[in-house]
């Protein structure tokens, strides 16, 4: 599970880091190049939706052998993209393959792991998808932009591979419980944490998904400085899984996500300012662990829910994040265009308005 959660991270930020290099390369304005990260992100949030129901029909090992392979064919073929047209398919097909890692991991998780180290499963598998990210974005700045397709190409041949042999009844079972997204509705608790994690997500990608623009717009870095920036920003992330897991499991989920959101909010609008490239690395290091911190909390809840709701809740997980992620990015696109560091003000401060409603979106406890 977590070779699988590597391999779908590992060029996600570095693909944010290297757009510039991109549109040098391909001759193409920076602004148009931007787009091959909504072209991702919205086929994932929908991909996300069909694993669940899917498990219910063909085990856990053979979805994530097909994803993971299908994975690795779509990434090769971005890889040989010489203009914008010939990036669209193999850029959905992978983030609908993509999708799957995360809601089998955290159905999974949910099933074979205690309550009471939850957290800390959380943390290590989606810390890996930072650690994922360290790897990627340190070669964007190194290596052509291609590799950083062919990498995860090969990635996710050995995912497959490794989904096929490894020895587990866990992975060969099927899911047992009906799924129906729609039952959800009618559930207050799950309704509310999702409708926060709706807009949390979609505030947060307004500003992530524009750091590597932003870096090359208004600060004039080269990608190799770029690529350093999201180097550090990744491995504050991966910290701030650690220790958001071991917050949610010791202090509780509600206080992870007021932590996240309330240090993700205000480094968020402290971007409005021009800084020394020393101070703008911690104010970018603080949004990664606001992020992580917050997004551990929130993960936990979702594994938290009884046995019956938690494979639509561990897609509907994915789908809302990505999905909302894809519609913050392009919303913000008009205005990042007029002023980056005016739109992330604003957008860190609806994230601050977001810990009046904490209580009310983040379940004080559930049964699992």
């Known amino acids: 599970m977590c070779l699988n959660c590597f391999t779908i991270s590992f060029n996600v930020a570095a693909i944010e880091a290297a757009i510039p290099s991109i549109a040098v390369d391909l001759n193409l304005p920076i602004f148009l190049v931007s787009r091959i990260i909504p072209a991702y992100l919205i086929p994932y949030g929908l991909g996300a939706l069909i694993y669940a129901p899917l498990a219910k029909f063909v085990s856990f090992r053979l979805l994530m052998v097909l994803t993971m392979a299908v994975f690795a ?17 193999p850029r959905l097909l992978t983030g609908i393959a993509g999708s799957a890692a ?11 792991f205690d309550k009471n180290v939850r957290g ?62 729609f039952n959800l509705i009618y559930n207050n608790k799950i309704r509310n944490i999702f409708i926060f994690i ?7 990608y ?66 409005v300012g021009k800084y020394p490239l020393w101070l703008l690395a911690i104010i970018l290091s603080l949004t990664a662990m606001g992020w992580s911190i917050g ?42 265009a007029k002023s980056f560091g ?7 401060v609806l994230i601050l308005l977001l810990s009046l409603f904490i209580k009310k979106a983040v379940p004080q406890d559930t049964k699992g």
């Open 342 to 348: 005016i739109t992330f003000f604003v957008l860190g």
């Open 73 to 89: 064919v779509s990434n090769f073929a971005c890889a040989h993209a010489t203009n914008m047209g010939y990036f669209f398919i």
């Open 120 to 181: 800390r499963m959380v943390g290590l598998f989606f810390g890996c998808s930072f650690m994922a990210s360290v790897v990627g974005v340190f070669l964007s700045g190194v290596a052509d932009w291609r590799y950083l397709f062919y990498l995860p190409s090969a990635l996710g041949l050995l995912a497959a591979i490794a989904a096929a042999a490894v020895a587990s009844d866990d992975l060969d079972a099927k899911e047992k419980n009906s799924v129906n997204y």
């Open 206 to 271: 307004g500003v992530h998904k524009w750091f590597g623009v932003y870096l090359s717009q208004d600060y004039h870095l080269s990608q190799w400085a770029i690529s350093m920036f999201f180097v550090l920003t990744a491995v504050m992330g991966f910290v701030g899984q650690i220790a958001g897991g071991y917050v949610s499991d010791k202090k509780g989920r509600v206080l992870a996500c007021l932590i996240g959101i309330l240090v993700l909010g205000v480094a968020s609008a402290l971007l």
């Open 102 to 112: 995360i809601p089998l991991g955290l159905i999974l998780i949910g099933k074979m």
């Open 295 to 336: 997004h551990n909390g929130a993960s936990t809840v979702l594994t938290d829910f009884p046995e019956e709701s938690r494979a639509e809740v561990a897609s509907l997980n994915s789908a809302v994040r990505f999905l909302a992620g894809g519609l913050g990015f392009i919303v913000s696109a008009p205005f990042v």
């Open 198 to 204: 709706f807009i949390i997500s979609s505030l947060y």
